[in-house]
């Protein structure tokens, strides 16, 4: 991961095979723009080309602080361009309509309660569950649930196994439940 001094720096850049994307300060980062290498010049995305309503968040916690569960080279693909992806579409969609202005739960409830549920309705969810997917993990967390919520767990399932299994198969029926 490289970091430039500057978004400038990346407006200058003519055709080479890079994606900018906003850095944000937040655990040792410093502001500037996160250089990603793509080996297609097409995915060129010049810095502060895309005025967002809704802003793409960094992880509660440092990149490669997942390792070895979660490689950094994972992370920056998922959260720099997959979860981008949602947050820029959503933002080209509701910009200028009604739903300018709204929080981003807000947008969810509007555009399903008016049955208006694709396109942007499935990005905002999507920004909204990579935003909860970042905050679902901490670097050495994981593990068997213990405590209440593992006795609530055998009560209801019968045993955590059964639980796992009713969850995965619950999960991967839903849009977008790669994660799950």
Known sequence: M????????AASTSLSPSCFLPCYPHHGFSSGTFKFSKKESRCIRKAGSITAKFELKPPPYPL??????????????????????????????????DLDGNSLEDTMVILYNKGDILPAFNNAAQAW????????????????????????????????KKFLDEFKTAASAQFGSGWA
């Open 129 to 160: 569950n990579h935003d909860f997917f970042w905050e679902s993990m901490k670097p050495g967390g994981g593990g068997r649930p213990s405590g209440e919520l593992l006795k609530l767990i055998e009560r209801d399932f019968g045993s955590l």
């Open 2 to 9: 490289n970091l430039l001094s500057s978004p400038s720096s």
């Open 64 to 97: 490669n602080s997942l390792e070895p569960i979660m490689s950094e080279e994972t992370i920056e693909y998922h959260w720099g361009k997959h979860h981008r992806t949602y947050v820029d579409n959503l933002n080209r969609q509701i910009d200028g309509t």
